[in-house]
Each structure stands twice: as structure tokens, then as C-alpha cells.
């Protein structure tokens, strides 16, 4: 079974709109965390935001939030009010801490038009 | 800022060949990691390493071996080079495993073409 899995392989956007990226996950490990990375055209890989299996609250960095809903395993990715430099790869991932294990899903491709 | 340096973006060799990819990090992190990145398959985890000298296998270790003598350098390398070898491939570094939100951060890939 896919641990992660992104269901999204390509988005539209408008400048400005807020987007959601949708990241599902399948862990038996009470204890994992769950990563956002961005990756331009360049090709390096710029980590967003990070969300503990025991956060009470969702994960916010400036535009970016993570909506965490444990029950259902899902670790969505919004960024609001986009903006052109947003066009990039974006990769869901997520660490095991007890059985020491990481993964990456397949990555959606976000294009934001102006 | 913590910086993972690959000391090559683009690379084309031989099939048979002996490939060495290099990786070096300069903020003291204990865990390195080498990742390919397929198109469609996001990234899958080669190798990695938790300490000098030590490395454990990832999901797609077949036909790769590393190497980590210093904490600041950990090499991957392909013994013998295969077409199907040929993708991106990129390393990083973290924070030791006990300690949370052990952020992986990333070099700038090697694009690998085995002909």
C-alpha cells in the first residue's frame, strides 16, 4: 500500500486564489511527523512546514498551513493568496520516528496563472 | 542556513562505469540521505546514514552502495552503471531521529544520464 499518496498530479491556480494540495498517509506509527516541500524548476527542494502526530493544532508558516485530520490520515497543504513564484512541484512527506521510516509521495505540480 | 552541497548538477557516463556522487553538508547533522526522484514517483530513499560509518538500506538499494567516513560526506556510488540508473538524484541531511521535526534539507540534485 502507498504510504503517501497524492491524488493531484497537476493544479491551476489563479494569482491571488487560495489552493489546497491534498496529501493522504498509512502509518501503524503513533509517533511520525508530516513534511511540505516545494520544488521549483531549479530543482533543489525548500521544506514549508512540518506537522507532529501529536500537534493539537494545525501547522501554520506564513502563507503556507497544513490542515490535519488525523482520523482521516490526511495532511493538506493550503497556501493562500498565490502568487506566480508558487509554480512548482510540491511533495508530501513523512517521517516514522519509531520504525524509522520515510517516505515522499508523487508530488503535485501547481501552476499559478496570472 | 544550513548548506548540502552535490558536487556535480549534471553528469553523463558509460554503462559499466563506476560512479561516485558526492555530498557534503556544513551543519554538523548526523543523518545524510540519498534519494532518487523519478518522474511520477516522487522520491524513493537509496540509502542512509545516522552516524560515520554507519548506513542502512532504503527501499531501492539494488546496485547502489555509500560510503560515509566523515560526518560531513557521504558518497553514493554505482558500481557498475546501468541505463535505468539514469535520474535525479538528491542528497540531505538531518538532525538525529530521537529529536522532532528533524527537517531533511537538500542539495541541488545531480542529474545522472547513463548511456
Known amino acids: 500500500a502507498q504510504k503517501i499518496t497524492q491524488t493531484q498530479p497537476g493544479m491551476f491556480v489563479q494569482e491571488k486564489e487560495a489552493v489546497t494540495l491534498d496529501c493522504t498517509y498509512d502509518?501503524?506509527?503513533?509517533?511520525?511527523?508530516l513534511f511540505w516541500y516545494k520544488q521549483p524548476s531549479s530543482g533543489e527542494m525548500i521544506f514549508l512546514i512540518y506537522?507532529?502526530?501529536?500537534?493539537?493544532q494545525n501547522a501554520t508558516e506564513g502563507r503556507y498551513s497544513l490542515n490535519f485530520q488525523k482520523a482521516r490520515k490526511s495532511a493538506n497543504l493550503v497556501i493562500s493568496a498565490s502568487q506566480l513564484g508558487d509554480s512548482a512541484m510540491y511533495f508530501c512527506?513523512?517521517?516514522?520516528?519509531?520504525?524509522?521510516?520515510?517516505?515522499f509521495g508523487s508530488g503535485t505540480k501547481l501552476n499559478v496563472k496570472p | 542556513d544550513v548548506k548540502v552541497t552535490q558536487s556535480s548538477r549534471y553528469l553523463v557516463k558509460r554503462t559499466g562505469e563506476k560512479v561516485f556522487l558526492e555530498c557534503v553538508q556544513d551543519?554538523?547533522?548526523?543523518?545524510m540521505f540519498w534519494y532518487r526522484q523519478d518522474p511520477g514517483l516522487g522520491l524513493r530513499l537509496i540509502y542512509f546514514?545516522?552516524?560515520?560509518?554507519?548506513?542502512e538500506k532504503g527501499d531501492i538499494p539494488e546496485g547502489y552502495s555509500v560510503s560515509r567516513e566523515k560526518k560531513e560526506r557521504f558518497s553514493l556510488i554505482l558500481e557498475s552503471a546501468s541505463t535505468n540508473q539514469t535520474s535525479m538524484y538528491l542528497c540531505a541531511s538531518s538532525i538525529p531521529r530521537g529529536l522532532a521535526k528533524n527537517i531533511q534539507y537538500f542539495g541541488a540534485g545531480t542529474r545522472l544520464s547513463v548511456l
Open positions: 546514514s545516522y552516524d560515520v560509518k554507519m548506513k
Open positions: 512527506a513523512m517521517r516514522e520516528y519509531n520504525f524509522n521510516k520515510f517516505y
Open positions: 506537522q507532529g502526530s501529536y500537534d493539537q
Open positions: 502509518t501503524s506509527d503513533p509517533s511520525y511527523g
Open positions: 551543519m554538523d547533522h548526523e543523518n
